[in-house]
Every structure is written in C-alpha cells, then in structure tokens.
C-alpha cells in the first residue's frame, strides 16, 4: 500500500460524458501528478500540482483538466469523452516540487463506452 | 521531446536464468528510475540511479546508469516466478521548478517456473 488513493476503481461511461476521477497523496506529500496508461501509449504524464499549484504539463488535452485543493487532494476531470480515452488513469505523489520518489496509486479503469 | 526506448518488449525465460533489460535514449536526464508494475496496479518505485556510471544492486537485481546519463540497465540473476511483472524505465526531466518523468514503453517479464 503506497498511502495514495484513488476513487473510483472503475468508471464506465458512454462517449461524450464527463466524469471527474480524485486522488487523495500519501500524508505530508504536496505534489500530486497525474498519468495516463494506455496499451498503444504507454504511461504518458499528464500534469503535476504542487501545493494548489500547477508545476508542470505533459501531453494532457484541452478536454482534461485538473486542480488540486487546500487539503491537497486533487481531481482529475474529463470531458466530451471518447472512446480513445479509455485507459487506466493514475495519481503519484511526493513530497517536494521535483520528482525524487514518487508514490503511485491503484489506478481508475475508465471505460469509454 | 524526450524518449526512451526499452528492449525487450517482451521476455519469457525460465526459472534461475538471467537477464538484462536496457533502457536507452538521445536525452540527458537528471535521473532515472526503475519501476515494476503488477495487473491491476500501480507502478512501484525499484530504485533511483543519479550519477554517470552509478551502481546499484537490489537484492538480486543490479541498475547500472551510464557513463553520459541516458541510458541504463537492469539485470537480474536468477530469476524467479515472483519477478514476473512490467518493468519501467523513467527519465527525471526537471525544468521551471517542476519536472516530469519520461517512461519507456516497458518490458513484460514471465518467468515459468
């Protein structure tokens, strides 16, 4: 168990929908990143927060957004869903504002359906 | 853009073999790290490689970085059925007090026993 959760498990849900995924870090860690892990792709970043703040951008789309709040825990929202954005979605999370050690997840499966 | 290319993709050996899974790419990277990941999980950190030429050995399993900081390699010996599982490479690319980790596409390790 790395201490960083991520609700819900699975999510399936119909094209052009908008569902919204949230990840809770380990205790003390103020950075949260997001990714994105499909089969053709591999694990791609999406975004990282640091302490309410956005530090970094990875190859996230205008459709996806994210934000992370004063208790730290963060939302992940897509919207106008396609069928190639069913992969498994992941939140890590580390202390500092640069990448050292990060913590991952267990992962959302969202279903585009 | 940064990439890092993994080979094999795949590998299915026996048990008590040995084997090395090479990690390489045209970028510098501040770090690198290893990662295995189980179905239905997150990727867990293996270990964090800092310095050119930097050894470590984990158990069975040693991480090698090289000299110039852009590629690495991860050999185990003697590998066991527990050992299966994806294992990932990660670049650390650190820019505007943020960064963000490149990942190679992975190799699928089974090991029959």
């Known amino acids: 168990d790395s201490g960083v959760t991520q609700t819900p498990k699975h999510l399936i849900t119909a094209t052009g929908q908008r569902v919204t995924l949230r990840c809770s870090p380990r205790?003390?860690?103020?950075?949260v990143y997001w990714y994105q892990q499909s089969l053709d792709q591999g694990l791609q970043f999406l975004i990282q927060?640091?302490?309410?703040?956005?530090?970094a951008k990875g190859n996230i789309l205008e459709r996806f957004s994210a934000q992370q709040f004063p208790d730290l825990h963060s939302e992940l929202n897509l919207s106008s869903l396609e069928l190639g954005d069913s992969a498994l979605y992941f939140c890590?999370?580390?202390?500092?504002?640069?990448?050292?050690?990060?913590?991952f997840g267990p992962g959302t499966r969202l279903t585009v359906t | 853009t940064q990439l890092l290319e993994q080979s094999p993709q795949f590998l299915s050996i026996q048990e008590g073999e040995n084997l090395t899974v090479y990690c390489n790419s045209s970028?510098?990277?501040?770090?690198l790290q290893w990662y295995r990941q189980e179905p239905g999980e997150g990727p867990v950190l293996l270990v964090t490689?800092?310095?050119?030429?930097e050894v470590k050995k984990l158990k069975r399993l040693t991480f090698q970085f090289g000299d110039a900081r852009k590629d690495s390699s991860l050999h185990i010996t003697a590998a066991q059925p527990g050992d299966t599982g994806l294992y990932l490479c990660?670049?650390?690319?650190?820019?505007?007090?943020?960064?963000?980790?490149?990942f190679g596409q992975g190799t699928e390790l089974s090991v029959k026993p």
């Open positions: 890590a999370s580390s202390v500092g504002q640069t990448i050292y050690e990060q913590y």
């Open positions: 205790s003390g860690d103020l950075s």
């Open positions: 927060y640091y302490n309410g703040e956005e530090r």
């Open positions: 970028s510098v990277f501040s770090s």
């Open positions: 490689v800092v310095t050119g030429g």
């Open positions: 990660a670049g650390l690319w650190i820019y505007n007090q943020g960064g963000k980790l490149i």
